[in-house]
């Protein structure tokens, strides 16, 4: 009954803790992409947000077997249970054992999916997503509405199948009015019947054109995914998967010799984290 009592309060804290602070990232993070996110259908923006919270899920398990050991010890001493557990001749090393069996499971789980789920690839679906996004914008291109959108700034009198009619554009130094023009997509216009407005040396060069075709960026299609930063990515999540035992440990260790408030287990639990934070922080840079 003790063995199963701390593996399920263990679990249900690390997932716990786990999810909290994965769910507290995301959320800063949405103040960027929360536009993208909610601006797409979601049978786009819901596989990347899956993959988003499963990645930073995983990441932080380490700090939420860390906080769940902690809490799991502490519960053990407030509610005088591990005198009871020393009557029955059962030794601490034995009530770490209970605790490290789930570290060792978690620790295993994080390594087999550190392979496919790391911080590249959430990298490179995020960045097919902003492109789905600006995509999506200017072929709903709203006629007589400023639109901005990154560095690209367009305004046009009107909009149909044929394309966008009477259009001013402006992109960084570059500046094209156009009676018409064609989105294909992918961050490629082709602008018919206009001028083109550049400046080179502080000067200001008009030029007028009967076709100009302007490539802004990066196709889908040619959206790579970087091995390099991929392996990287993935040494990061295995470094970070072997600290769960020994971070299980500490948390064992200093909570059952020196814990004895709930303040105390507080700022020992806030402490790991921010300390295993910064030990991941100085990983992903030395690599």
Do not use: C
Request: aromatic share 16%.
């Amino acid at each position: 009954m003790l063995k199963g009592l701390i593996l399920w309060r263990l679990t249900y804290l690390t997932y716990t803790v786990a999810l909290f602070l994965a769910f507290m990232l995301i959320a800063v993070q949405l103040f960027r992409l929360g536009n993208v996110i909610f601006g797409l259908p979601p049978d786009m923006s819901l596989p990347f947000l899956f993959v988003w919270f499963s990645n930073y899920s995983l990441f932080f398990i380490p700090d939420g077997v860390f906080v769940a050991s902690v809490a799991v010890v502490f519960w053990l001493k407030e509610k005088k249970l591990l005198q009871v557990i020393y009557s029955f001749g059962i030794p601490p090393r034995r009530i770490l054992f209970y605790i490290l069996v789930p570290a060792l499971i978690f620790s295993f789980l994080q390594i087999a999916f550190s392979t496919f789920l790391h911080e590249e690839k959430v990298s490179f679906v995020r960045k097919k997503l902003i492109l789905s996004y600006k995509d999506r914008l200017i072929e709903n291109l709203p006629p007589r509405t400023f639109l901005r959108t990154g560095s690209v700034v367009i305004y046009a009198e009107k909009k149909d199948k044929g394309g966008i009619k009477n259009l001013f554009f402006k992109y960084k130094d570059l500046t094209v009015l156009a009676k018409e023009a064609i989105y294909e997509g992918n961050e490629v216009f082709v602008f018919r019947d206009g001028s083109l407005l550049t400046r080179e040396s502080n000067k200001f060069l008009l030029t007028e054109f009967k076709t100009y075709r302007l490539n802004l960026g990066e196709s889908i299609g040619s959206i790579k995914y970087r091995e390099k930063k991929a392996t990287k990515a993935v040494i990061t999540n295995v470094i970070n998967s072997l600290t769960t035992v020994p971070l299980a440990t500490l948390g064992f260790l200093i909570t059952l010799r020196y814990i004895n408030s709930v303040v105390g287990s507080y700022y020992l639990m806030a402490l790991g984290v921010i300390l295993h934070q910064l030990f991941m922080l100085f990983v992903k840079l030395s690599l």
